[in-house]
């Protein structure tokens, strides 16, 4: 599976982005898709997670309520809605895939989109 994430920009605290990530191959439905975030020096961070059916999602405590995760299996893609942002948001953002469960540790994802960023002002 190969990924392509998209969408980051510059936005103002409280604006909105859209983050997508196609996926290539026929068995996207099959997988798992995770974002995660890191900040340059810092440890990459959870954000949000869905099922290969989409009919579960998590997500970090730090996104909950403001982010939403979702996905189009019949256009191979995978978004993250990021809404009330903030300046702590601002990050580089990575789509990921893995089989079967949710996970929420980035180690036990086996492929990895290119990042976007994202950049938030105050």
């Known amino acids: 599976v190969q990924l392509q994430a998209s969408g980051g920009g510059l936005v103002q605290a409280g604006g909105s982005l859209r983050l997508s990530c196609a996926a290539s191959?026929?068995?996207?439905?099959?997988?798992?898709m995770g974002w995660f975030r890191q900040v340059p020096g810092k440890e990459r961070e959870f954000a949000a997670a869905?099922?290969?059916?989409?009919?579960?999602?998590n997500y970090a405590d730090s996104v909950k309520g403001r982010f939403a995760i979702s996905r189009d299996n019949a256009k191979n893609t995978v978004y993250l809605q990021m809404n009330n942002l903030k300046p702590e948001d601002t990050a580089v953002y990575y789509c990921?895939?893995?089989?079967?469960?949710?996970?929420?540790?980035?180690?036990?994802?086996?492929?990895w989109g290119q990042g976007t960023l994202v950049t938030v002002s105050s």
């Open positions: 990921a895939a893995r089989r079967y469960t949710i996970r929420w540790n980035g180690d036990e994802y086996d492929y």
């Open positions: 191959g026929r068995t996207f439905s099959s997988y798992v």
């Open positions: 869905i099922s290969s059916s989409g009919s579960s999602t």
